[in-house]
């Protein structure tokens, strides 16, 4: 018979196992997902160091907000968003697009607890490399394409896929922020802290662009993105 301690100790480890969370899927704590983020910032430290070690992101810290995720430079901090403590706009917005409650947790879920982590990480890896466009647009496509590489390259085709999928769906219930005949760059630059307050509008951007970075067959991979078009910049 096994001592009483190692079965002690084997339930508690089947316990934290079954406890911990993963990408793409809605996390229940601040903590976790903080925890989950610096594991996040480290892997991909270590993948941009083996193209150029040069390259320091300077461990950005990760940080709760309800209205997350993003990066804040000057903090050198990535705020992260939970379904539980999102604002009512922003679970309004995900259910209306998802297609129900449930629907919209699992949106949550895909994106602002999966995709969009790595996304925001891109942009300090924009910020310490010095590769950030004259224009946002450029910015936040770019960043979308270091993220989808990056997730490619852990196995996260069918998350990517599944957001795919919601994205060519909400698209057909969103309307494009960018007036007719203007420059979409220039427009978006312009009115960048205006459309990011409202997740109708700068969804639209967001979704158009994973859609289009989705559907690009002539991307290399993570490896070779970040040598052809951070290091070189």
Not at 147 to 152: H, I, K, Q, V
């Amino acid at each position: 018979m096994k001592p009483l301690s190692f079965l002690i100790a084997t339930f508690l480890l089947s316990n934290l196992a079954q406890a911990q969370h993963e990408w793409y899927e809605t996390f229940p704590d601040t903590t976790s997902i903080k925890v989950k983020c610096a594991e996040l910032v480290q892997d991909f430290q270590g993948m941009i160091t083996a193209v150029d070690p040069t390259i320091d992101l300077q461990d950005p810290s990760p940080a709760f907000s309800a209205w997350g995720p993003f990066y804040l430079q000057p903090q050198n901090t990535i705020y992260l968003p939970l379904w539980d403590l999102s604002p009512m706009e922003l679970k309004a917005f995900c259910t209306e697009l998802g297609g129900g409650e449930l629907e919209g947790e699992r949106m949550f879920g895909l994106f602002f607890n999966g995709f969009y982590v790595a996304h925001e990480v891109a942009h300090a890896l924009q910020f310490a490399s010095h590769a950030r466009a004259d224009n946002e647009y450029d910015n936040e496509y770019t960043a979308n394409v270091i993220a989808l590489l990056y997730w490619r390259e852990k196995g996260k085709q069918k998350e990517l896929k599944a957001c795919y999928q919601l994205a060519k769906t909400a698209l057909l219930k969103l309307k494009n922020p960018i007036p007719e005949g203007e420059d979409a760059k220039a427009y978006f630059t312009e009115h960048y802290w205006e459309l990011a307050k409202d997740p109708y509008q700068y969804g639209y951007i967001q979704f158009y662009q994973f859609v289009l970075v989705y559907e690009d067959k002539t991307l290399s991979d993570f490896n070779g993105f970040i040598k052809e078009n951070i290091i070189q910049k």
